[in-house]
Nanobody, 116 residues
Framework: QVQLAESGGGLVQPGGSLRLSCAASGSILVFNAMGWYRQAPGKERELVASITRFGNINYADSVKGRFTISRDNTKNTVYLQMNSLKPEDAAVYYC??????????WGQGTQVTVSS
């Protein structure tokens, strides 16, 4: 079973940037798709961005033009580059992998705080 581990969260000022990484313990090619979700206090977890095994990418409207998802199959890592961060982007960000069997695997999450 592949495990996922996020890193790269932290405190950033509005307008700043962060790059999140999701490192898998094995090949990420076992996943049909990988994605980044986020959950703010009192809110439901929402999809931020996803990338399929074939490279098809999808973004939430709220992050289009500011966030970029990418993957490096040789490093078994998925990234989320976040630019022009806003206070409303603050949340715990989770990495997920959707297996070919339809199971969702999750990382432990990384906190992103956007505040001056």
């Amino acid at each position: 079973q592949v495990q996922l581990a996020e890193s790269g969260g932290g405190l950033v000022q509005p307008g700043g940037s962060l790059r999140l990484s999701c490192a898998a313990s094995g090949s990420i090619l076992v996943f049909n798709a990988m994605g980044w979700y986020r959950q703010a206090p009192g809110k439901e977890r929402e999809l931020v961005a996803s990338i399929t095994r074939f490279g098809n990418i999808n973004y939430a409207d709220s992050v289009k033009g500011r966030f970029t998802i990418s993957r490096d199959n040789t490093k078994n890592t998925v990234y989320l580059q976040m630019n022009s961060l806003k206070p409303e982007d603050a949340a715990v960000y989770y990495c997920s992998g959707l297996s070919r069997g339809g199971n969702n695997y999750w990382g432990q999450g990384t906190q992103v705080t956007v505040s001056s």
